[in-house]
């Protein structure tokens, strides 16, 4: 639950706004309804989820879209401005206005920052909770709890490990979330690798500075392999990415070879929010540490968690 007192309604803007023990219970219920889906067949009956996604997406938006059929419940929405009014120029507030009317509960995806934020304050006035699919390269929340959630599933543990965070540390949207989930699950040490045009941005490195994280940069991935318990990948930001020159330049630096996999823990797991386009070679799916597939899996689970408890 967020902690923005402006609002009465419970929105999902960031996880660095949730409290420690919203997440766990998340969790809680996603290993639930995982083990037991066909109890909650029908637990969101009658209600609606629109899907408003302004930007381009595949696992954010089905698995939200799974996940409410799996609760017994509908959808609506669009997958890109085309096709509806905002290509004539309509606002945000005024569709958000309009889904909050058709709808019980509002998921976002949206290029610009606080675009989330925006849509809330707008839909609260009418009691229907808005949750980010996806800002800028801001935020990802929904993402991080599966993300966290498979971790869990697999070391049964979110504090003490080793994570490798590798690729598009400054565009991607979905490594601030994930480091702002594992900084409330106590110490955790971060090794992160990136093209040094692609390190983390200077804001979210001193938001971080109040966590229990510890951050070491690495110089390439061979160095750091054989010390980690999570290795999560994430492709290059092509379409946030200033210069398509350098885009060219840096896309095959940071692939991880299948020879580097030698070195790797047994229980290592590899994750990647996906699309993946380089850096995750197809090679590698057939080790037992890639995970990418049933993370994504997860993402069912973990919505179908979130929108029950956002949607009443
Ligand atoms: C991510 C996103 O959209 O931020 N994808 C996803 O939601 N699984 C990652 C990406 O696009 O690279």
Redesign the pocket.
Known sequence: MNEDTEHQTSHIFGIRYMTENFIQGILDDASEIKQNPSKYAEALKGKILSLAFWEA?T??RLSFESAMLRLGGKTLGFSSQAGTSIEKGESLSDTITMLAGYSDCIVLRHPLRGSCKLAAKIADKYGVPVISG?SGSQE?PT?ALLDIFTIQEYHHRLSGLNVGIVGDLRY???ISSLLFALGKFGRNTIYYLSHPSLHLQDELVYDLESTDLEMHKATNLAEIISSLDVLYV??L?KERFPDPMLYNKVKESYQLRPDLMKAAKEDLIIMH???RVDEIPYAIDRFPQAKYFEQAKNGVYTRMAVLNRLIH
């Open positions: 997406s696992r954010t996806g990802h993402q991607s949207r979905t994430t492709r930001q929010p996906l699309p």
